[in-house]
T-cell receptor
Framework: EAGVTQFPSHSVIEKGQTVTLRCDPISGHDNLYWYRRVMGKEIKFLLHFVKESKQDESGMPNNRFLAERTGGTYSTLKVQPAELEDSGVYFC????????????FGPGTRLTVT | AQSVAQPEDQVNVAEGNPLTVKCTYSVSGNPYLFWYVQYPNRGLQFLLKYITGDNLVKGSYGFEAEFNKSQTSFHLKKPSALVSDSALYFCAVRDGGSTLGRLYFGRGTQLTVWP
């Protein structure tokens, strides 16, 4: 089966601009997660969708971040307006169910805000 | 609160020697523990997990990990390292009793295996 895909692989934007990241999970996986890794630090959770519903968005840093998963398939993460501290690698992961436990990760989107 | 510590930023080992990448955790409920590996310009690949049962779990590429409840550790091991094992390794934990699936990660350990 195809893995988790993310687009774009890299994005360089100026402070104040808007960027939208996309994640396509593995087909049939109801659970979709977004994580972020700032350079040299741990990977941090952002939010968790179950189908199209937000199960847990406690990791979202502020209201400049908006995640959607219309129809329970792919997801988008929009940052508007972007700030310098938003730079990092954004990972998407999916899993079939909570009990199956392991999450499958995409290659990530490297976001650089200048 | 849940957390993971990987005390070593880097581990260097000669090819053919055994390797250990350390991980300790803190979790309020039942620990579900995971190891992931990231090769350059790639996403995280799942290596192995501990949910319940035998404390020694075996995973991909000859890796194994031992769950130690009293020491709250889940160290990753391999009897004989390969140059191709060089990568960034992440330990992660979640609360198995929670309906929230979020993983808590360590900062990662860069493993370098030299020929």
């Amino acid at each position: 089966e195809a893995g988790v895909t993310q687009f774009p692989s890299h994005s360089v934007i100026e402070k104040g601009q808007t960027v939208t990241l996309r994640c396509d999970p593995i087909s049939g996986h109801d659970n979709l997660y977004w994580y972020r890794r700032v350079m040299g630090k741990e990977i941090k959770f952002l939010l968790h969708f179950v189908k199209e519903s937000k199960q847990d968005e406690s990791g979202m840093p502020n209201n400049r971040f908006l995640a959607e998963r219309t129809g329970g398939t792919y997801s988008t993460l929009k940052v508007q307006p972007a700030e310098l501290e938003d730079s990092g690698v954004y990972f998407c992961a999916s899993s079939r169910s909570l009990t199956s436990s392991e999450q499958y990760f995409g290659p990530g989107t490297r976001l650089t805000v200048t | 609160a849940q957390s993971v510590a990987q005390p070593e930023d880097q581990v260097n080992v000669a090819e053919g020697n055994p390797l250990t990448v350390k991980c300790t955790y803190s979790v309020s409920g039942n620990p579900y523990l995971f190891w992931y590996v990231q090769y350059p310009n790639r996403g995280l690949q799942f290596l192995l997990k501990y949910i319940t049962g035998d404390n020694l779990v075996k995973g991909s590429y000859g890796f194994e990990a031992e769950f130690n409840k009293s020491q709250t550790s889940f160290h990753l091991k391999k009897p004989s390292a390969l140059v191709s094992d060089s990568a960034l390794y992440f330990c992660a934990v979640r609360d198995g009793g929670s309906t929230l699936g979020r993983l808590y990660f360590g900062r990662g350990t860069q493993l370098t295996v030299w020929p």
